[in-house]
C-alpha cells in the first residue's frame, strides 16, 4: 500500500468517526430534550373540566356561594347542598338566598370554584 492510500483511508477513517461523534453528540441532545420537553408537558396544568348544575342559592358569602344543587350526572354525585368558592376575577351577577339559579364550576386545587351563575328564568 502506498502512502498516498494509507493517508487517503486514515482520513476517511477519520471522517466517518467524527460524522458518528457528531450524530451521537446530536442524538444525545434530541434525547435529552425529548425527555425534558415531555416531563415538562406533563407537568403543565391541563384546562379544567366544566360541569353544569341548576341549584338554589342557600347561603351568600364574600367569597363563596353555597348551593342546594341537582344531581350533577358528569360527576355521578346526588343532590346535596355544596359551596362553591367564587372566581378569582370577573363579576357574577347579583343573587340572593332563594334565588335559583344555572351554574357552571371547575375542580381546581383548592376545591371547587363556580365560573358562572346564572339566574334561572
Given at each position: 500500500?502506498?502512502?498516498?492510500?494509507?493517508?487517503?483511508?486514515?482520513?476517511?477513517?477519520?471522517?466517518?468517526?467524527?460524522?458518528?461523534?457528531?450524530?451521537?453528540?446530536?442524538?444525545?441532545?434530541?434525547?435529552?430534550?425529548?425527555?425534558?420537553?415531555?416531563?415538562?408537558?406533563?407537568?403543565?396544568?391541563?384546562?379544567?373540566?366544566?360541569?353544569?348544575?341548576?341549584?338554589v342559592?342557600?347561603?351568600?358569602s364574600?367569597?363563596?356561594?353555597?348551593?342546594?344543587?341537582?344531581?350533577?350526572?358528569?360527576?355521578?354525585?346526588?343532590?346535596?347542598?355544596?359551596?362553591f368558592?367564587?372566581?378569582?376575577?370577573?363579576?357574577?351577577?347579583?343573587?340572593?338566598?332563594?334565588?335559583?339559579?344555572?351554574?357552571?364550576?371547575?375542580?381546581?386545587?383548592?376545591?371547587?370554584?363556580?365560573?358562572?351563575?346564572?339566574?334561572?328564568k
Open positions: 500500500m502506498s502512502v498516498f492510500s494509507a493517508r487517503l483511508l486514515s482520513a476517511a477513517a477519520l471522517s466517518v468517526l467524527a460524522f458518528f461523534t457528531v450524530a451521537h453528540a446530536a442524538s444525545d441532545a434530541m434525547s435529552h430534550e425529548m425527555k425534558h420537553g415531555a416531563s415538562h408537558e406533563m407537568s403543565m396544568p391541563m384546562a379544567a373540566e366544566i360541569y353544569h348544575g341548576h341549584g342559592i342557600k347561603k351568600v364574600n367569597d363563596s356561594l353555597s348551593i342546594a344543587h341537582q344531581p350533577v350526572a358528569a360527576l355521578n354525585w346526588p343532590a346535596m347542598t355544596m359551596t368558592r367564587l372566581p378569582e376575577t370577573g363579576a357574577l351577577p347579583v343573587v340572593n338566598v332563594g334565588d335559583t339559579v344555572d351554574f357552571t364550576f371547575s375542580q381546581q386545587a383548592e376545591g371547587y370554584r363556580l365560573d358562572s351563575v346564572t339566574p334561572a
